[in-house]
C-alpha cells in the first residue's frame, strides 16, 4: 500500500485544527493546550502545541492502487518552527491554510513556504486555502501581480 503524507499548515487561527476535526472527528489525535497570549485569549481558548494527525485508509489513487493518507496539522506559533521542519520532512503535499484577513499575507505564505518546502519529497504539490475572507477582500488585493513577481 502506498503511503502519502500531506502537511496542514498555516498561522494561529486560520482553521488547521477545525479542518482536520472536520475530516476526521473522533479519530483525530490533537495536540491541543489552553492558550495563553493575551491579544488572543478572546478569541482563541486552545492551540495546537505539537501536531494533530489523522489517516485515512482504502483511499485510491488515480491509478487505482491502493493509498494510505498521513494528515499532520502543525502548529502556527513561530515559536513552534522546529516543529514544522521536523514534520514536513518527505511530505508530498502541503495545504497552506490562511485567514484572509492576515496582515501581510503574502508574507505569511512565504514565509511558511520558506521553512517547509525544502523538507518535503521531491515530487511535491501545495495548495494555498483561503479561510475567513472578509466582504472586501478581492478589491484590495492584487494576486496576479503577486503570482507574477513571485511565482
Sequence with gaps: MEEIKIIIAGPVGAGKTTAMRTVFGNN????????????????????TVSMDYGTLNDMHSCSERPVKLHVYSIPGQERFKFMWEILSKNAHGLILLVAAGERNIFSVISNYLSVVWPYMHNEKA??????????????????????????
Aim: overall charge negative; proline content about 4%; charged content about 20%.
Design 28 to 47: 483525530l489525535l490533537a495536540g491541543e493546550a489552553k492558550y495563553t497570549a493575551a491579544e488572543v485569549d478572546d478569541v482563541k481558548g486552545y492551540t
Design 126 to 151: 501545495v495548495l494555498v486555502a483561503l479561510n475567513k475572507i472578509p466582504e472586501n477582500f478581492f478589491e484590495n488585493i492584487n494576486i496576479p501581480e503577486y503570482l507574477y513577481y513571485n511565482g
